[in-house]
């Protein structure tokens, strides 16, 4: 596949860490960092075109507002503070969005009109705010009695706007059906896993998982009929060796990203993602990415391309192209333009790729329960991986 040669570079300082990376395709490249500082960077030259300060805190997380649209220029932060969101064209902050906890805010997801956060655990239950991003002055749904932990990551389903899934450290991943009013009869299904770092839709129906213990899984959408026959998860276990690895970045759609922290120098790993299957005999291998320092996010721009982005706790942007291969990477796991009910099993929800069914060696008869809201029987705790604070 060649190898990718670093060709820009842009260093905020060793103390400095950049904690992640948002496409505004029209603009530039947004990366947030722990000083709490946003800098768009030019595609080009890796080099910042604007700078924003959101405060000084570190900024949990960053995401575009809509990001299924190309033309955005909103996009929001998570921190200690508050949820801000910005619009690059002005450099100004045009909402800002507490709660009455005063809880910091640990996630965020936008899609369809609409943004969603979720808070670290304060008293008894972590919340999950919804609102709509005409109008951040009041939440339009509010989750806050099904997470007993803090919410590391939400996830709308791309295709269907009335699924949005959580995960949390208590252990726990969260589909809501959000065309139920009362949040107990919203709260859909509950994978029980391990503490969570991220969870996403990896195809229409199908769910990955992957805690902060580096395990992996792969799990079903219950459907709503009252007999349910859920498969069992396709659970890859702890990936660390079988991956050449100490921790996974994340799970993006068309790859995988990992990191190997050594003494004075370390690797960043691409691994191609078709259907359900790392393709572990193509793994493309960057040596000192970010030297022992934990790379924090990968970007692959979408369709054919020979570029890459990475930042990390080094402080530092880089941009890697490959002069002899180009990946092909989708814009998402499936064509996220064709919108549909998931419950309707009449539709056809292929994917890019082949999508891998679970066989029938998988499958349990066993009737998936609802976790009790009353149980506050919490896992021990994991902090968010590599939090700076």
């Known amino acids: 596949m060649g190898s990718y040669k670093l060709v820009n570079n842009v260093n905020f300082g060793n103390n400095n860490w950049c904690m992640g990376l948002q496409p505004l395709y029209q ?23 604007t700078k924003i300060t959101s405060g000084n805190v570190p900024i949990n997380k960053l995401k575009v507002i809509n990001n299924d649209f190309y033309n955005e220029s909103l996009f929001a932060t998570a921190s200690l503070e508050a949820v801000k969101i910005f619009d690059i064209r002005s450099k100004d902050q045009v909402a800002s969005i507490n709660n009455d906890k005063g809880s910091p805010f640990l996630s965020l997801d936008s899609r369809d009109g609409r943004l969603a956060c979720g ?24 989750l806050v009695d099904s ?30 059906d959000l065309t139920q009013e ?21 195809s229409p129906r199908r769910i990955y998982t992957l805690s902060h213990m580096e395990t992996f899984a792969i799990s079903e959408l219950n459907d709503r009929s009252e007999e349910l026959i ?39 790993n691409i691994i191609p993602l078709v259907g359900e299957t ?18 924090r996010d990968v970007f ?12 990390g706790e080094d ?12 990946l092909t990477i989708p814009e998402g796991f499936w064509d996220y333009s064709k919108k549909f009910d998931v419950f309707d099993n009449n539709k056809d929800m292929t994917m890019y790729s082949n999508e891998s069914e679970p066989s029938s060696e998988q499958k349990s008869h066993k009737k998936h329960s609802k976790k009790s809201k009353k149980s506050k029987n919490k896992k021990s705790k994991h902090a968010t991986r590599y939090t700076p604070y």
């Open 278 to 295: 790392p393709q572990l005999d193509a793994i493309i291998r960057i040596d000192n990415a970010h030297g022992d320092d934990v790379i």
């Open 315 to 326: 402080g530092n942007v880089k941009c890697w192209k490959n002069d002899t291969h180009s």
């Open 230 to 268: 859920e498969p069992q998860p396709l659970d890859f276990g702890d990936i660390r060796e079988k991956w050449d690895c100490n921790y996974v970045i994340d799970v993006y759609a068309g790859y995988i990203a990992t990191g190997k922290s050594q003494e004075n120098k370390g690797s960043m």
């Open 147 to 176: 997470h007993h932990d803090d919410i590391t990551d939400i996830k709308f389903h791309p295709s269907d706007r009335n699924l949005l899934l959580s995960g949390s450290t208590d252990g726990y991943t969260n589909i809501y």
């Open 182 to 202: 009362e949040e107990d009869d919203a709260l859909h299904q509950v994978i029980n896993y391990a503490s969570i770092h991220s969870c996403g839709w990896i």
């Open 300 to 311: 692959i721009p979408p369709q054919q391309t020979a570029m890459m982005y990475s930042c």
């Open 119 to 142: 808070t670290e655990l304060s008293g008894v239950d972590a919340e999950l705010y919804i609102y709509d991003v005409r109008d951040f002055s009041n939440p339009i749904r509010a």
């Open 27 to 49: 603009y530039g490249l947004v990366t947030s960092l722990s000083n709490g500082d946003i800098h768009l960077l030019d595609w080009k030259s890796n080099q910042t075109i």
